[in-house]
Every structure is written in structure tokens, then in C-alpha cells.
């Protein structure tokens, strides 16, 4: 029998039910992310099949991704260092356990900072990019997590298509 998703593992009483919510959408992309790339190969990984973007990218855009918005999460912008970073993205030798462990690593990151969260945070504005659009704390905290789906499902769409040639 599969094991039960994490949003319908229990409710912890001790956290607001919002930031719950999301660190058991941060455990749902950890488990999902892994389950697909864990059974291919670093070529299988690097390389784009069918048009689709490989599934390392997807893994390392994931990582990177969320920790670019964990820190405007914490309201700072990006330094020159984490744009450069960017390009690095879609290519790599990075193996199935590396990035696993690189998703991980963000994901732990972004778990911190929703523990550092309360309710009365979430109305607070956040700057986003560039252009410093606006957007709440929680609705940053809440794209951490769809975003990172977003990428589940295309790792998901590109092992398919690699382990079927």
C-alpha cells in the first residue's frame, strides 16, 4: 500500500495550521522529487529528451529557486553571486542522490524560515526581483511551495521520457 501523502499525515497542534500546510508541501516536494529522479542514470539526468528540459534541471532549478525566494522570504534581495548562480542551473554531473541532497538542503532552508513565521507575519510586504514586486510573506511562502511543484512535475515528465527512450 502507498504511503499517505504528508498533507494527510496529522495536524502537529503546536504549529498555525497555514505554516503546517506548507512544510508538508516542502515534505511532499522532497518525497516527489526523489521518487523521480532517484532510478536514472547522471546521462539519463543531463540529457533533454523529446524537447522536454532534463531532470537535473528540474532538481537544481528547484533548489535554486527556492533559496533565491527564501531570501526575499527574509527580506533581503538577491546578491550578485546568487544571479550569477542562475546559469549553472541547466547544466551539471551532479548524480540522483547529489540532487536529491541539493533539494534537500533549500528545502531545509525554507522549512527554518516557515518556523520563524506567525500568523501576524503574513500580511507583511515582500519585494520580489528586479522590479521589487510586491507581494505578502505568505503569498511568498505559498509560491515557494507551488513553484516548486511546478518543477516536481516536469522531473516527473522528463524521467518518464528518459527511461522510455
Not at 522536454?52 to 533559496?67: D, P
Not at 526581483?129 to 512535475?153: D, F, N
Request: with cysteine; hydrophobic share 45%; aromatic share 4%.
Amino acid at each position: 500500500m502507498a504511503q499517505t501523502e504528508p498533507w494527510l499525515r496529522g495536524i502537529d497542534p503546536a504549529l498555525d495550521p497555514v505554516i503546517g500546510h506548507l512544510l508538508r508541501g516542502s515534505q511532499h516536494l522532497r518525497e516527489d522529487m526523489a521518487q523521480a529522479i532517484g532510478g536514472l542514470t547522471i546521462a539519463q539526468l543531463w540529457a533533454p529528451v523529446h524537447g522536454l528540459t532534463c531532470a537535473g534541471f528540474q532538481a537544481k532549478h528547484l533548489a535554486g529557486s527556492t533559496l533565491r525566494l527564501c531570501t526575499y522570504l527574509k527580506g533581503e534581495q538577491l546578491t550578485a553571486d546568487q544571479v550569477a548562480a542562475i546559469a549553472s542551473e541547466s547544466r551539471g554531473d551532479e548524480n540522483a542522490a547529489q540532487l536529491t541532497g541539493i533539494v534537500n538542503h533549500a528545502l531545509d532552508r525554507y522549512d527554518a524560515l516557515l518556523r520563524t513565521l506567525r500568523p501576524s507575519d503574513f500580511g507583511v510586504i515582500r519585494e520580489v526581483g528586479r522590479q521589487r514586486l510586491q507581494t505578502t510573506v505568505v503569498g511568498l511562502a505559498i509560491h515557494i511551495v507551488e513553484h516548486g511543484m511546478r518543477h516536481v512535475g516536469l522531473a516527473i515528465a522528463a524521467e518518464k521520457a528518459a527511461m522510455n527512450g
